[in-house]
């Protein structure tokens, strides 16, 4: 257990639906970020919080995908109206600040967009 | 897209030998770190290493670093089947630290 916790661990839906992630990161990291890795292929960068500010967006993040860490605690990542290609497993990392840059990982979020 | 390549891409050998994997990768870093996965869950931060190191170590792990190259490697020593795992290296090149991941070296140890 790295410390960084992450809801739902599974997530079924039918395409077109909503869905809504959780991450909570190490209470003392300020830096959260989330990727997102599909089968047999390693993690690809979506987007990246200091505090509460988004400061970076992959061009992955398509306009369906929005990620918000309002009090610079928790984040979450919503992607709106579903695709098949949403299939995969969404990971969250939190780190210390640029000084500390080891990135650790939550479980993931397994999505199954059917 | 993927920064860096592994390789090789799957290794098998036999409980109590060395594994040794390695990573490549194509711009300038400011670190470089090595994770663990099992099958179908989060990663595991193994180790980092400073674009100004050349190697380190964390018990059976040992990290090289070679800028020049642009390449680095993972050594497992005396390697358990508990090791079986993919294993990733992630570099970091931008203030954020944001990390490109290669596609990975799926490794298994045999009893």
């Known amino acids: 257990d790295t410390g960084v916790s992450q809801d739902p661990r599974h997530k079924i839906t039918k395409r077109g639906q909503n869905v809504t992630f959780r991450c909570d990161p190490i209470?003392?990291?300020?830096?959260l970020y989330w990727y997102r890795q599909t089968l047999g292929q390693g993690p690809e960068f979506l987007t990246y919080?200091?505090?509460?500010?988004?400061?970076?967006k992959s061009r992955l993040l398509s306009d369906r995908f929005s990620a918000e860490r309002p009090k610079g605690s928790f984040s979450t990542l919503e992607i709106q109206r579903t695709e098949q290609g949403d299939s995969a497993m969404y990971l969250c990392?939190?780190?210390?600040?640029?000084?500390?840059?080891?990135?650790?990982f939550g479980p993931g979020t397994r999505l199954t967009v059917t | 897209s993927q920064q860096g390549e592994e390789d090789p891409q799957a290794l098998s050998i036999q409980e109590g030998e060395n594994a040794t994997m390695n990573c490549s990768y194509k711009?300038?870093?400011?670190?470089l770190q090595w994770y663990r996965q099992n099958s179908g869950r989060g990663l595991v931060h193994l180790i980092l290493?400073?674009?100004?190191?050349r190697e380190k170590h964390s018990g059976r792990l040992r990290v090289t670093l070679d800028t020049s190259k642009k390449s680095s490697s993972l050594l497992i020593t005396a390697s358990r089947a508990a090791d079986t795992a993919s294993y990733f290296c992630?570099?970091?090149?931008?203030?954020?630290?944001?990390?490109?991941f290669g596609g990975g070296t799926r490794l298994m140890v045999k009893p």
């Open positions: 290493i400073r674009s100004n190191e």
């Open positions: 990392a939190s780190s210390a600040s640029g000084s500390r840059p080891e990135q650790y």
């Open positions: 711009t300038s870093i400011n670190n």
């Open positions: 992630a570099t970091d090149g931008y203030a954020g630290n944001m990390l490109t």
């Open positions: 919080f200091q505090n509460e500010a988004q400061l970076e």
């Open positions: 209470s003392e990291h300020n830096r």
